[in-house]
């Protein structure tokens, strides 16, 4: 479940990539516009989005298991630990 979340993630955020190069072709050059960024172009960049995200799921999953989970394990614990004084205060 947490691996499909994590590569459609990156997924998602390669093809906002390809938009944001789209538009910023659009709104710079936006009477060659057409030619730069044409159809066949505009599906590479998403078959590119593919194959990357999909290389890079190895590598997020590390990262998460590695260094975010830790981390919120220990941001948790804080809370909590902090929820225990103002209980005790009271």
Do not use: G
């Not at 538009?23 to 050059?29: D, E, G, L, N």
């Not at 590479?44 to 998460?64: F, G, P, R, T």
Request: aromatic residues 6%.
């Amino acid at each position: 479940m947490v691996y499909n979340k994590i590569s459609l993630c990156s997924m998602e955020i390669f093809i906002l990539v390809s938009v944001t190069f789209d538009r910023y072709v659009a709104i710079i050059k936006p009477l060659h516009c057409m030619v730069i960024v044409n159809r066949q172009k505009c599906n590479m960049l998403i078959v590119l989005a593919w194959a990357v995200s999909s290389v890079n799921k190895d590598k997020e999953m590390a990262v998460l298991y590695s260094v975010i989970a830790p981390k919120l394990n220990l941001l948790i614990c804080t809370l909590r630990n902090v929820e225990m004084k103002i209980a005790m205060r009271k």
